[in-house]
């Protein structure tokens, strides 16, 4: 998203470190059998819970081992426009909030663009002005794509699924620092929505992230809310 604010700290890198370990592994893997294999890494978790942060971190750790890599922000794929959004929500009494509110089919079709190097134009929306712009983008120069967002693991054809296990609850403070939508009733509102569908993904994880930011293995239980 253009325009976006990040707040990345020491526990975002640390994170990340982690991560990269990881799918520097599943990389080489996979390279054994398909040289020059295009590896897609998912990261899901709440608003406010760092996803964006993550992924950054991730993205130029990545960069520091010569992968070239994208970041895909699934807020840029909602079916309905930012400055529509509010007012379809609440005319429907917040039915509409979650996984449907997101066009899928173009997520999949930009990652298909990805493994197949292709030149495309992708949506990213200003925070500013609230507008979809399109971004021209040739994915044959991008060796790693980290895709971001709410439900991102719930995306089809992810090597490495990340969620960060931190509820809305527990991020209000980032939440208000980064200012992207006004705290008011309607956004608690769609937050405990949202809510409910995040957590719902979080078996589909390979890798957790707890309170404290450590990354743990799928197979280690971490405490729900």
Same mark, same amino acid.
């Given at each position: ?104 089919? +173009? ?12 030149? #495309? $134009?992708?949506? !990213?929306? *200003? =925070? ?72 719902? +993904? ?12 450590? #990354? $743990?293995?799928? !197979?280690? *239980? =971490?405490?729900?809310?």
């Amino acid at each position: 998203m253009l325009g976006d604010v990040l707040l990345i700290n020491d526990q975002h890198k640390s994170a990340a470190k982690s991560i990269m370990e990881r799918v520097l592994v599943d990389r080489s893997e996979l390279e054994k059998s398909s040289p020059g294999y295009k590896f897609v890494v998912a990261i899901s978790g709440e608003s406010g819970a760092g996803k964006s942060e993550l992924a950054h971190s991730l993205a130029l750790l990545l960069k520091g081992c010569n992968i070239r890599v994208k970041i895909l922000h699934t807020d840029n794929y909602y079916r309905v426009p930012p400055l529509e959004r509010r007012e379809h929500r609440i005319s429907n009494e917040y039915k509409s909030v979650g996984f449907g509110e997101y066009d899928w089919n +173009l997520l999949h079709d930009n990652i298909d663009d990805f493994r197949k190097d292709k030149q #495309v $134009f992708i949506p !990213c929306i *200003d =925070i500013i002005t609230e507008e979809v712009d399109q971004l021209f983008t040739d994915f044959s120069k991008i060796q790693l794509l980290i895709i971001d967002g709410l439900y991102a693991i719930r995306t089809d054809d992810i090597d490495l699924r990340v969620f960060i296990d931190l509820t809305y609850h527990k991020t209000k403070i980032n939440q208000m620092l980064r200012c992207k939508e006004p705290a008011d009733g309607y956004r608690w509102e769609v937050l405990e929505r949202e809510h409910h569908h995040v957590r719902s +993904l979080k078996p589909l994880a390979d890798l957790h992230v707890d309170c404290n930011f450590d #990354v $743990f293995e799928s !197979c280690v *239980d =971490i405490e729900d809310e």
